[in-house]
């Protein structure tokens, strides 16, 4: 129930002094609400101020006085899953909550176990109460799968939806989760591919999806030229309108068809650089983006899975044996990483490769 504490009143134009002042003597009540109306702001206070504390409001402040005011308490901000629903889920399945939540656009999607199979749509309403931009929450339904790398999703709480606008390091994109592939947990790669690219380059991105690697390089570089592909009809829809939307028009080509196709017909020895994510069967395609690569040689950027039974020195010798067998030669190997955790004991990874 809101009831009388000390407080500082003062008038509108010196509210945000009197705050800081107020802070910075560590007398201000953080647990009530701070109030206002059309003349007036009224700071709560822990206690009566000491006559030391009076003298600096007075000296900074001189129109401020001490009164009292009916203060509601601050509403508690919710901050993790575990605090909404520690009175509904059993004590013993609360540590089998999710840590990972991937947020795309206003979209949350959460992987729920089988042991909380029975409060998914539980835990959709508190994810929606935790994270208030958030207005729907799917849960996956399935491995990532198929010629266009799609994953089945089951809605769990809010707006039944999986088509969203997501913004990531200053760019935006339409997406839709259900029709094209996009994962915000290589936003760090988007971004460091991004910069390593040279002004006046040609990259090609042989798994362009809706654009995340083709975009912020066209972005983030004046004179570039970017060759973006895909086989995905729907995703090549959403990126020639993300070309749009980010006006990169004339530096994004959108291509659809299949890499290998497209390089054939019309992408031979055009790029100074290539990127490869489609981890699941990237090698496959190494003999395109090879021929893909100029005549004096080029980047490739090649991502690819693996599991705890293997490393990433076979991965890398893969690469290089597979290169060699398309007639080219690796001449670097210029830096290789644990991209991120994509199951239980695999990961994806990346080569940085300079081709000759």
């Known amino acids: 129930m809101p009831r009388e504490y000390p407080c500082i009143k003062v008038p509108k134009f010196h509210g945000e002094k009197a705050i800081i002042l107020a ?34 409001i007075k ?24 605090e909404p629903l520690e009175d509904t889920l059993p004590p013993h399945l609360l540590a089998s909550l999710p840590r990972a939540i991937d947020f795309v656009g206003d979209i949350a999607i959460i992987e729920i176990p089988p042991e909380l199979d029975a409060y998914k749509n539980v835990i959709g309403e508190a994810i929606l109460r935790v994270h208030k931009n958030v207005q729907t929450v799917l849960a996956k339904a399935g491995a990532v799968s198929g010629t266009y790398r799609i ?24 997406i839709d989760l259900a029709k094209a592939y996009f994962s915000p947990r290589l936003s760090y790669e988007h971004n460091r591919v991004a910069s390593l690219v040279k002004d006046g380059e040609t990259v090609i991105d042989l798994f362009a999806g809706v654009g995340p690697f083709s975009i912020l390089i066209a972005k983030t570089h004046e004179h570039v030229k970017v060759y973006a592909v895909d086989a995905n009809p729907h995703a090549v829809k959403f990126l020639k309108k993300n070309v749009r939307l980010n006006r990169v028009e004339g530096k994004v080509h959108p291509i659809l068809g299949d890499a290998q196709q497209v390089v054939k017909e019309g992408l031979f020895g055009v790029a100074d650089r290539v990127i490869m994510n489609l981890p699941e069967k990237a090698i496959e395609f190494l003999e395109g983006a090879c021929e893909a690569i100029k005549s004096s040689g080029g980047i490739v950027h090649f991502y690819s899975f693996l599991k705890a039974s293997d490393s990433l020195e076979n991965v890398t010798l893969r690469f290089i044996n597979a290169v060699k067998g398309s007639g080219r030669e690796v001449e670097k190997i210029l830096f290789s990483r644990f991209v991120r955790a994509t199951a239980p004991y695999e990961w994806q990874v990346v080569l940085d490769a300079k081709i000759r």
């Open 23 to 56: 802070n910075k003597l560590k007398i201000v009540n953080k647990e009530l609400e701070i109030q206002r109306n059309e003349n007036f702001i009224y700071i709560p206070l822990l206690r009566q101020p000491l006559k030391n504390e009076l003298d600096a």
């Open 59 to 82: 000296e900074q402040i001189p129109d401020s006085e001490i009164s009292t005011y009916i203060f509601p308490v601050r509403k508690k901000r919710v901050t993790t899953l575990v």
């Open 151 to 174: 994953r089945e999703f089951n809605l769990i709480a809010g707006q039944p939806k999986t088509y969203t606008i997501h913004k990531e390091h200053g760019c935006r994109y339409y």
